[in-house]
């Protein structure tokens, strides 16, 4: 009996560090695709954009995060594979609306 109980005591600390390596790994992967996805915005949005690097990471991580479950809110479903091109481009739009909505609130002008 007790050597069950630390049997289920070793699966479940090797669970928890599986379960941080996950969430590292979704982290450094929402850094990654925010920081990809608040360059293009950047550089596809007209005019000046005085923002730092973290609000572009930011806002390209909730431009990715929104644009992805706008996307599957429509019932897109990439069927072929590969690149998924429509969330790429819906997520690029939805954080250039981001920047110009973080732009007016904060008065930055362009």
Do not use: H
């Not at 990471?57 to 594979?81: E, K, P, S, T």
């Amino acid at each position: 009996m007790e050597r069950a109980d630390s049997l289920n005591r070793s699966i479940l600390c090797l669970n928890r560090r599986d379960e941080r390596k996950i969430l590292m790994g979704q982290l450094i992967g929402m850094i990654v695709t925010g920081a990809v996805i608040g360059a293009l915005a950047r550089l596809f949005k007209r005019g000046k954009q005085p923002i730092g690097i973290l609000w572009t990471i930011i806002l390209g991580a909730l431009g990715a995060g929104i644009g992805g479950w706008l996307v599957r809110m429509f019932g897109y479903q990439n069927a072929n594979g590969g690149v998924q091109w429509i969330q790429w481009i819906v997520s690029v739009i939805v954080a250039m609306i981001l920047i110009g909505i973080y732009m007016g609130v904060t008065g930055k002008k362009k």
